[in-house]
């Protein structure tokens, strides 16, 4: 059986390369770059490993506290930022012009994730 904490780290892990790759990609879109860059592959490789491993450490966390369907309120809350970090890659270069807002509302996102969690307010 795998321990709680080893799917904490799992789901850590996966948080740092979606924010890595979504700050090196807005970073990028707001100081001019285009889609077509040499490091587009890594960033895509980074960003989709992230989404997974966010959502195995995520749901293997929640097997282990028991929480199954239906979902308490600040679950469903999570899984719509996940929803919403998965989309963004494509908003940074469809609208440039949201790239400066989108590097504030990242952290907010990730920010109100933690706060789900960590308070599970509903
Ligand atoms: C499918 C979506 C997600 C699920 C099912 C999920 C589930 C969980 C669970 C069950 C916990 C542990 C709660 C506890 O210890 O009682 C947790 C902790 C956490 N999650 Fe998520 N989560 C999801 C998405 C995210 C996202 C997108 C982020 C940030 C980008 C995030 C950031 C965190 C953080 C920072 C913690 C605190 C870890 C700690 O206690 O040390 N989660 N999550």
Redesign the pocket.
Known sequence: MIPSLVY?NI??IG?FM??MALGGLLLHSITGGTQEHSWRRPVAITHGVGLLL??L???G??AR?G?YWPWPGW?TG??I??LL?GGLVGVIFRRPVLARSLWWVAIA??GL??YL??H?PF
């Open positions: 904490k789901h850590l948080v979606i924010l966010v959502l450490g995520g749901f966390m929640l506290i929480i679950v999570k899984v930022i996940w970090f996102l990730a994730a933690a969690a960590g599970k």
